[in-house]
């Protein structure tokens, strides 16, 4: 079926009110348009790095998961821990323990630091044994929930608290980690970047297309965060799409190795923009930091070529 | 709370954040064209619609971030700073 805002906003949340993340925070809107894309009637078991959504949303004895069951062990463990679940699910619906006609999907939630950084080694574990789950990273490029210290995922020249700009050095020295292609070398038979982008046709279609897909699928999804990054609480609708027409943050989907960009900006805005827009970045506006932002323009540039290219190269070898 | 309400799922809707706000979004049922937009921006999901009509944005849990007014395209949400509390 095809997307229709109106039809999708009727679902029940899975994550709902009464949680204490920040006002304005891109990652409840994140989880919420990841969950929407499950089937009403199919249940959902929900794993989480430890991280911002997971404090925040378990503050004994609440919790903020509905109808789905929500599991958390150690900073690094979620796609371990929902290996172990998926396959004891597996076991038990072989034993005839469980409702042959009631599905349930497998779904992992963390931030960049649980992913890129702590989680790395149970992800790319659990992507490898081949479970049939779905890794989603929100990504806000930092340790949001201590206090904005620096990820694998920080931006290029990003300030955080242990990437600070001052005299020494000008925010991150070390470019980003793309962990998204990292994935694709696992060929899994689905990877995608997405945003709170438009109408969240996009964040839907990639979360349908990574649940109901067998095997182990991966989504990193583009979490704006007002406190770490510094902007108005108002604005995550306005960076995330400043971040995509600018293609700091390009939207695109591997499916079996084959390569599409989602959307492409009519006129790509140059990366300023999306920078100006954020306390993080301030001191690369000034004179002397003028060659910062070129350097980030190149990269942006350089992957936004890469993605182009393998669209290309991929289509072409899938007709031949 | 008693024990047993532990193992509810979704009882954080009995911790009310609406105290967090510094700013109360005013929807203008007028102005408002259901487009729908603004429920799922709300981090907070406390935009209530029913068959998609507006209902009104549950002041309970608001925390005044502003997401909605910003992506309505009609101006149909308004913040308004809370002074007089």
Partial sequence: MPYNLKEVVKKQNRLVSGHRM??????????????RALKEEDNAVVAAATGCLEVSTCIYPYTSWKNVSFIHSAFECASATLSGVETAYNSLKKQGKLSKDKE???IAFGGDGGTLDIGLQSLSGAMERRHNITYVCYDNGAYMNTGTQRSSSTPHFADT????????????????????EIMVKHNLPYVAQTALFGNLKDIYEKAEKAIYTDGPTYISAFSPCPRGWGYPTEDLAVISKLAVETCFWPLYEIENGVYKVTYKPAKKLPVEEFLKTQKRFKHLFKEENKDLIDEIQKEVDKKWDYLLMMEEVTNKQKED | MNNSNILKDGNSVEFKTGAWRARTPNHSKDKCKNCMM???FCPEACIKQKDNILVGIDLDYCKGC??????????AIEMKDNNND
């Avoid at chain 2, 502003?66 to 101006?75: L, T, Y």
């Fill in chain 1, 22 to 35: 920040c006002a304005g925070c891109g990652a409840p809107v994140t989880i919420n348009a990841v969950l």
């Fill in chain 1, 104 to 106: 349930t999907k497998f």
């Fill in chain 1, 161 to 180: 608290t242990t990437s600070p700009a001052g005299k020494v050095t000008q925010g991150k020295v070390q470019p980003r980690k793309d962990l998204t």
């Fill in chain 2, 38 to 40: 603004c429920v799922p």
């Fill in chain 2, 66 to 75: 502003g997401v909605c007014a910003k992506v309505c395209p009609f101006n």
